[in-house]
């Protein structure tokens, strides 16, 4: 998963984890990020 894939899906997937913000930079725990591809299988699988 890239940098842009994950700012791609903040910004059209309502149920993307929301970052934590450092300064003005959005971060996301990697547990999060973790979890929400386990409850989103690749297409196919």
Do not use: C
């Not at 997937?13 to 003005?24: K, N, Q, S, W």
Request: proline share 11%.
């Amino acid at each position: 998963m890239t940098v842009q894939h994950v700012y791609n899906l903040n910004s059209s997937r309502d149920d993307f984890p929301a970052p934590v913000y450092v300064g003005r930079t959005p971060l996301w725990p990697i547990d999060r990020l973790n979890a929400w591809r386990e409850a989103h299988p690749k297409r196919g699988d």
